[in-house]
């Protein structure tokens, strides 16, 4: 008989926990050397633009792996309780010595939803110049919408959930008939 019941011991020596911690030192090296580079071009030009994009894309990947290991490694976010109980560790540099503890549910939850904020801030700066940073070799501001929709049902926050759904939904239309949804199968 299996319960479907987890607990974080059964995940020792985890790859998922190993993916995404490298992903969060990745992006927390970025971070912290980044705005040499910003601050070296000129104010408004498009390479300072591109930067600024790639340092929200940092935020993003953060807040990505954030979000992958908080729905593994932490109880259900319950808003009421969310201040009482274990989190993540929250690590916003690069250092192998750092034993980081863990923060509460509720801080490590806010730490995602400023990375959020982050990310939409630095990338909003090339969309205003080039539409078309929402490809497909890098994240944009429609992945950044989808996993603010993932997070916020993770979260309980239901209206932001359906505000960053409807986003999502009205660039990219569902198919209104049967032929248009064959379609996406064939190519």
């Not at 078309?132 to 916020?152: K, T």
Request: contains cysteine; charged residues 25%; negative net charge.
């Amino acid at each position: 008989e299996h319960r479907w019941t987890f607990t974080t011991n059964q995940f020792a020596g985890d790859a998922v926990w190993a993916n995404n911690f490298s992903l969060v030192m990745q992006a927390n090296d970025f971070l912290a050397n980044i705005d040499t580079f910003i601050n070296a071009e000129e104010e408004g030009s498009e390479k300072q633009l591109r930067l600024k994009h790639y340092k929200g894309v940092a935020y993003f990947a953060r807040a990505f792996a954030y979000t992958n290991m908080i729905v593994r490694y932490c109880k259900d976010y319950e808003p009421e309780t969310a201040a009482n109980e274990l989190g993540l560790p929250i690590v916003t540099t690069v250092d192998k010595e750092a034993r980081p503890s863990r923060a509460t549910l509720q801080e490590t939850v806010n730490f995602i939803l400023s990375d959020f904020k982050n990310a939409e801030d630095n990338m909003q700066a090339i969309r205003d110049f080039d539409n078309s940073s929402d490809g497909l070799y890098h994240p944009g501001l429609d992945a950044l919408d989808a996993l603010q929709m993932r997070f916020a049902l993770y979260t309980h926050d239901f209206d932001k959930a359906i505000e960053k759904a409807d986003i999502i939904i009205d660039n990219y239309a569902l198919a209104s008939s049967v032929q248009e949804m064959q379609q996406l199968w064939v190519l």
